[in-house]
């Protein structure tokens, strides 16, 4: 396995870090979906279940989807399934970034292995019931970010990448 490779969690969350309620996403910010792509395109997704439930056009055009589900019996057409995130970072072990796409279980699985976090901080308070995993000043250093206002409704928003902190081996 390429132990140099990125693996990139990628998320819109709330400042109270909700990223879902009731498996949609709480907001509609237009240019958040268009870096999203932009972003992901050509690269492989990883994503759990009920991530790849809520995708309104499955599987997502132009980038390799790995879905993680518990039931091995399960299929996803235009997808591969995988057991565990292990499982899926296995196959695309020669892949030089991965991009896992959420739900929260698999953010919570992903985020000791990830390298790079691109978030898409929205500036609203929302009472969702699916939250991103604490971001630890300790872990993970703000590398960049920029300030943005949706067209759709003025929501405010900041685009940031954040990169995991050397550890003292």
Not at 84 to 96: P, R, Y
Not at 127 to 156: C, Y
């Amino acid at each position: 396995m390429n132990k140099f490779r990125k693996i990139t969690l990628i998320a819109a969350l709330s400042d109270n870090n909700c990223i879902g309620k009731k498996n949609q996403i709480p907001w509609y910010v237009p240019e958040d979906f268009q870096f999203f792509k932009h972003y992901t395109m050509g690269k492989p997704v990883i994503m759990g279940r009920k991530t790849w439930d809520s995708l309104p056009k499955k599987p997502l055009p132009g980038r390799a989807n790995y879905v993680i589900s518990r039931n091995p019996e399960q299929e996803f057409c235009g997808a591969t399934s995988c057991r565990n995130i292990d499982e899926a970072l296995f196959q695309l072990a020669d892949t030089d970034e991965v991009i896992i796409m959420g739900g929260a279980q698999i953010y919570a699985q992903a985020m000791p292995l990830a390298t790079d976090l691109r978030i898409t901080r929205i500036h609203l308070d929302v009472a969702g019931d699916t939250f991103f995993p604490e971001i630890s000043p300790r872990e993970w250093q703000l590398a960049e970010s920029s300030n943005h206002t949706s067209k759709q409704d003025n929501i405010v928003y900041d685009l940031q990448h954040f990169v995991r902190l050397p550890t003292a081996d």
